[in-house]
């Protein structure tokens, strides 16, 4: 192992090949912090991110251990046993008792996961993603879902790999996804907590296809706010507008309407399979709840591509792209093309890859950036280019380089339709 080791004159050089260990940590210690450049500060940080997600798995390791030595006639673990934990931690009973039950998942159901927290590819926090989005389903769909997942969980972040879970999981447990729903649906609530300096938080668990209308509502009152030149934050804007709406201070011609788009196979709206759908703004969703969403809903047709499920058609050259273009990028990119940004595309800036007029207004040229990363992109040294099937590489200032590819609008291999949810019902295109 210790040879294996790159020198400490060379901070960065095979880090990324070195398995993580007490060794590492002892190289990495042994650095001058100070003479480091950027290049080199950022691989430091990513090594010792990898020796901190080694030492979290063995931890994993030994409270498992601990469990297993404090058995239960009928839980994985005797319910006394956080009490013995969490002092010896200096945590809470419920934290300790959190910790328990995540090694009994990892490593009685999800093994692979473990390994890769141990070999320092994913962190603690994808590591319960992956938990917390399989403890519902048995352990043979619970390996499926592993499966699917994993290949692709280091290079994605947190939210990016908790929709992909939601996603896997409703593929392969699409009968039980109807049944949790049901389930979950029974348990909607609101509830208040109090804030600090005179505020308090109004938290609320609804439907998903509601909590999304209720959103966009909000928003787009708080857009209008903003056209006729409000100085308040959108936050404020938004929260304003709730409590306007809620309590009834609006009048009858202060009115904005609010779109919801679900994301369907036209194969589960014909019943003949039950492939998840995707609700924008949210993720994805069972495919009853799709149906029903879609039932009530005006129409438009998605080409996708029938062995990636990449879209390629959105319907029907200036600076500005044309609203149909505009619709066709927003739907193919989803959020902001950034590395791990999530802002949501319909929000975004549609930027030139290559500045117009040198470059192309259309759809191999244009992706949806925020504002924030439209501005890192003209006024920092960061590059991108953008290949074939909507794939953009970024090259940092430190020569850094990450890849970027929009999110499938279709399972592969399933043709696809979009439905907004309005007052009236044009039948399906088939």
Same mark, same amino acid.
């Given at each position: 192992?210790?040879?294996?080791?790159?020198?400490?004159?060379?901070?960065? %050089?095979?880090?990324?090949?070195?398995? &993580?260990?007490?060794?590492?940590?002892?190289?990495?210690?042994?650095?001058?912090?100070?003479?480091?450049?950027?290049?080199?500060?950022?691989?430091?940080?990513?090594?010792?991110?990898?020796?901190?997600?080694?030492?979290?798995?063995?931890?994993?390791?030994?409270?498992?251990?601990?469990?297993?030595?404090? &058995?239960?006639?009928?839980?994985?673990?005797?319910?006394?046993?956080?009490?013995?934990?969490?002092?010896?931690?200096?945590?809470?009973?419920?934290?300790?008792?959190?910790?328990?039950?995540?090694?009994?998942?990892?490593?009685?159901?999800?093994?692979?996961?473990?390994?890769?927290?141990?070999?320092?590819?994913?962190?603690?926090?994808?590591?319960?993603?992956?938990?917390?989005?399989?403890?519902?389903?048995?352990?043979?769909?619970?390996?499926?879902?592993?499966?699917?997942?994993?290949?692709?969980?280091?290079?994605?972040?947190?939210?990016?790999?908790?929709?992909?879970?939601?996603?896997?999981?409703?593929?392969?447990?699409?009968?039980?996804?109807?049944?949790?729903?049901?389930?979950?649906?029974?348990?909607?609530?609101?509830?208040?907590?109090?804030?600090?300096?005179?505020?308090?938080?109004?938290?609320?668990?609804?439907?998903?296809?509601?909590?999304?209308?209720?959103?966009?509502?909000?928003?787009?009152?708080?857009?209008?706010?903003?056209?006729?030149?409000?100085?308040?934050?959108?936050?404020?804007?938004?929260?304003?507008?709730?409590?306007?709406?809620?309590?009834?201070?609006?009048?009858?011609?202060?009115?904005?309407?609010?779109?919801?788009?679900?994301?369907?196979?036209?194969?589960?709206?014909?019943?003949?399979?039950?492939? &998840?759908?995707?609700?924008?703004?949210?993720?994805?969703?069972?495919?009853?709840? %799709?149906?029903?969403?879609?039932?009530?809903?005006?129409?438009?047709?998605?080409?996708?591509?029938?062995?990636?499920?990449?879209?390629?058609?959105?319907?029907?050259?200036?600076?500005?792209?044309?609203?149909?273009?505009?619709?066709?990028?927003?739907?193919?990119?989803?959020?902001?093309?950034?590395?791990?940004?999530?802002?949501?595309?319909?929000?975004?800036?549609?930027?030139?890859?290559?500045?117009?007029?040198?470059?192309?207004?259309?759809?191999?040229?244009?992706?949806?950036?925020?504002?924030?990363?439209?501005?890192?992109?003209?006024?920092?040294?960061?590059?991108?280019?953008?290949?074939?099937?909507?794939?953009?590489?970024?090259?940092?200032?430190?020569?850094?380089?990450?890849?970027?590819?929009?999110?499938?609008?279709?399972?592969?291999?399933?043709?696809?339709?979009?439905?907004?949810?309005?007052?009236?019902?044009?039948?399906?295109?088939?």
């Amino acid at each position: 192992m210790f040879e294996t080791l790159p020198a400490v004159a060379e901070p960065s %050089a095979g880090w990324s090949e070195v398995a &993580p260990s007490g060794a590492l940590l002892d190289a990495l210690a042994a650095l001058s912090v100070d003479g480091l450049d950027a290049e080199e500060a950022i691989a430091a940080s990513v090594a010792l991110g990898r020796v901190v997600a080694y030492a979290q798995a063995l931890q994993l390791r030994m409270f498992a251990r601990f469990a297993r030595l404090r &058995p239960s006639r009928d839980r994985p673990f005797s319910e006394f046993a956080a009490d013995e934990l969490g002092p010896a931690l200096a945590v809470s009973r419920n934290s300790a008792a959190a910790s328990l039950a995540l090694s009994a998942q990892l490593t009685a159901r999800l093994p692979g996961t473990l390994a890769a927290l141990q070999d320092g590819q994913l962190d603690l926090t994808k590591a319960r993603v992956i938990s917390d989005g399989t403890a519902a389903i048995s352990d043979a769909q619970a390996a499926q879902v592993e499966e699917r997942v994993l290949p692709r969980a280091p290079e994605q972040t947190a939210p990016q790999l908790r929709r992909a879970v939601a996603r896997a999981v409703l593929t392969v447990d699409p009968g039980g996804a109807d049944a949790r729903h049901a389930l979950a649906r029974r348990e909607r609530r609101v509830v208040i907590f109090p804030a600090r300096d005179g505020m308090a938080e109004l938290y609320a668990l609804l439907p998903a296809d509601a909590a999304t209308a209720i959103y966009q509502r909000v928003s787009a009152i708080g857009r209008q706010a903003r056209v006729s030149g409000d100085a308040r934050s959108a936050d404020a804007r938004r929260a304003d507008a709730f409590v306007d709406l809620l309590l009834g201070r609006r009048t009858a011609g202060e009115s904005a309407g609010a779109r919801v788009h679900v994301t369907v196979p036209a194969t589960t709206l014909l019943g003949l399979d039950e492939q &998840p759908g995707e609700l924008t703004g949210y993720g994805p969703i069972p495919a009853s709840l %799709a149906r029903e969403l879609a039932a009530d809903g005006t129409w438009r047709r998605l080409l996708t591509d029938p062995a990636t499920g990449a879209l390629r058609d959105y319907g029907r050259t200036t600076y500005r792209p044309p609203a149909a273009l505009a619709g066709h990028l927003r739907v193919r990119d989803g959020t902001c093309r950034f590395p791990g940004c999530r802002y949501p595309a319909r929000r975004c800036d549609l930027d030139h890859t290559v500045s117009f007029p040198d470059g192309p207004t259309n759809q191999d040229n244009l992706g949806a950036l925020c504002r924030h990363h439209h501005r890192l992109k003209h006024e920092t040294t960061w590059t991108v280019q953008q290949g074939e099937e909507a794939r953009f590489s970024w090259t940092s200032p430190t020569g850094r380089r990450y890849a970027t590819e929009a999110e499938p609008v279709g399972e592969p291999g399933v043709p696809w339709g979009r439905a907004s949810p309005a007052s009236h019902h044009d039948p399906p295109p088939f």
